[in-house]
Structure formats: C-alpha cells, structure tokens
Antibody
C-alpha cells in the first residue's frame, strides 16, 4: 500500500534552514503530483507547496514563497522541501501528501505521518 | 483566496446518532470540495472528494452533498472511531487551496 515517510525535522534557530525529505513506497512516485502541507500546534491545515509528477511545475503558498523550494527525485522515490530563513510561525508538523493525478488536482489521497519542525532559539 | 468556513466549531453527538457538518465557501467552487478526518496524533485521511464521492475504503455511513458554496458532510450511525476533527478543503482555485478551520466531533 501507499506509504509516505517524512524525515529531517527538528529544532532550528530562527533564520536557520532545514531540508525535509519524504520517502515514498507502494506506488509509482513518477506518476503523481506531490505536495507539502503543514499544521501548527493545535491549529488547522495549511498547504505549503506542490510539484508536478515530472518536477516541471512548482507552486508555493505566499506565506513561504521565496524561502521554500520543493524538489523530487523520482529515481530515488523521494520528495524534498528545503526551508530557509525559518521563522517562529514556521513551527508546525509538516506532511507530505500524494495528489490524485500526474498533473495536480490539489486534493490529497495519502499522507505521511508528519514530521515536527520547531523554530526556537 | 477562497475562504472556507465550517460550522459548528464543535459538535457533540451520541454514538449511533447522525452528525451533520457544514462548510461554506466564500465564492462558487462548483463541486471541487474534499473532506478529511483527522484523529489526535494522526495525519488527515481523505473521506470525500468531488463534494460527494467517497474515497476508497471509506464506510458508506459517510456521505457528502452540496455544490457551489454550501456543503454538508453527514455521518450516520456514529461509531466510536468517528469522533475526530473534520476539515473541508476547496480545490477549485489554486494556488492556494484552502481549508476550513475544522469541526471537532465529540462524544455526547
């Protein structure tokens, strides 16, 4: 079955950087668009970034634009999210999620378990 | 950006009863609406897409309805495992897609 496993989270100082990874298995990663979403402690869901199946289209939420880069390596079944210039408001559980389409339909039929990123000095 | 508003914020229902959750979009989104269930410490799970289509393996007691700006998630004959937070999400206009703030379904 589909499995998505995030890694790379932790505690980072404000202004620091982090690279999150998502290992995909149980499906052909190259056939689907992928996303990153996040959830601040006790809060709702926020979409962060999207990437098409071939990596040629990328899109970002305004709240992270210019500080975040999404990428993928289909040969290694891995999705990445590089987050720079981290701020306190970036503290959240970050989820990778699978789109339902090779292009992007922007709803999410499988999610990873999430990885916590804490921005604190 | 399309604003999604869910009501009520918290809903208390007895097991075996019916729960009705509402979601309103700030503009017409046709049927481009999904519902997710999230239990404590878990990732969200897709329940409904296209406003009324159940995702694979979702029990028939979950049903979605609505179109345009007003949507409903109905859960009949509530089971203990259904008590969770429910989010609606529009994917009509992106980026960004937007979520409602969630409805917490509590045991009465």
């Amino acid at each position: 079955q589909v499995q998505l496993v995030e890694s790379g989270g932790g505690v980072v100082q404000p202004g620091g950087s982090l690279r999150l990874s998502c290992a995909a298995s149980g499906f052909s990663l190259s056939a689907f668009g992928m996303h990153w979403l996040r959830q601040a402690p006790g809060k709702g869901l926020e979409w962060v970034a999207a990437i098409s199946n071939d990596g040629n289209y990328k899109s970002y939420a305004d709240s992270v634009k210019g500080r975040v880069t999404v990428s993928r390596d289909n040969s290694k079944n891995t999705l990445h999210l590089q987050v720079d210039s981290l701020r306190g408001e970036d503290t959240a559980i970050y989820y990778c999620a699978k789109d339902t389409s090779s292009w992007l339909r922007f709803f999410f039929d499988s999610w990873g378990q999430g990885i916590l990123v804490t921005v604190s000095s | 950006e399309i604003l999604m508003t869910q009501s009520p914020a918290t809903l208390s229902v007895s097991p075996g009863e019916r729960a009705t959750l509402s979601c309103r979009a700030s503009q017409n989104i046709n049927d481009n609406l999904a519902w997710y269930q999230q239990k404590p410490g878990q990732a969200p799970r897709l329940l409904i897409f296209g406003a009324f289509n159940r995702a694979p393996d979702i029990p028939a007691r979950f049903s979605g309805s609505g179109s345009g700006t007003d949507f409903t998630l109905t859960i009949t004959s509530l089971q203990s495992e259904d008590f969770a937070v429910y989010y609606c999400q529009q994917y009509h206009t992106w980026p960004p897609v937007t979520f409602g703030q969630g409805t917490r379904l509590d045991i009465k």
